[in-house]
């Protein structure tokens, strides 16, 4: 402008690492990992034991979901800290954890029988 000021535009990028991803995936956690770099919201959909969670990055939060007609257990991992150690999800129930990398801690859990 004549005055001497500017107008400066910001578009902001998206950068993954600083702000988690609203995604929601299907997994029969194979091997018993939970891939937190696939998604924000996991429903598991096997009958399985969850001792790790991999991938993710700081301030990131994740929800398990047990879509089952039985029983997911999900244990106190190497990177996994929990309120009560393991907590046995029967069906409908959730976990939400939230990472420090590279531990995951539990946020709260629901039973919703």
Not at 21 to 38: E, L, P, Q, W, Y
């Amino acid at each position: 402008y004549a005055d001497g000021s500017q107008i400066f535009e910001f578009a902001p990028t998206y950068n993954r690492s600083h702000k988690p991803f609203a995604h929601k995936t299907r997994v029969a956690a194979m091997g018993g990992a939970i891939n937190a770099s696939a998604a924000d919201v996991h429903v598991i959909t096997d009958n399985v034991t969850i001792s790790s969670i991999t991938g993710g990055f700081d301030g990131q939060e994740i929800t398990l979901i047990n879509a089952t007609a039985g029983n997911v257990i999900v244990n106190q991992g190497s990177n996994m800290r929990m309120a009560g150690g393991t907590f046995t999800m029967t069906p409908n129930d959730s976990l939400k954890f939230i990472c420090s990398a590279p531990t995951w801690f539990e946020v709260s859990r629901s039973s919703n029988n």
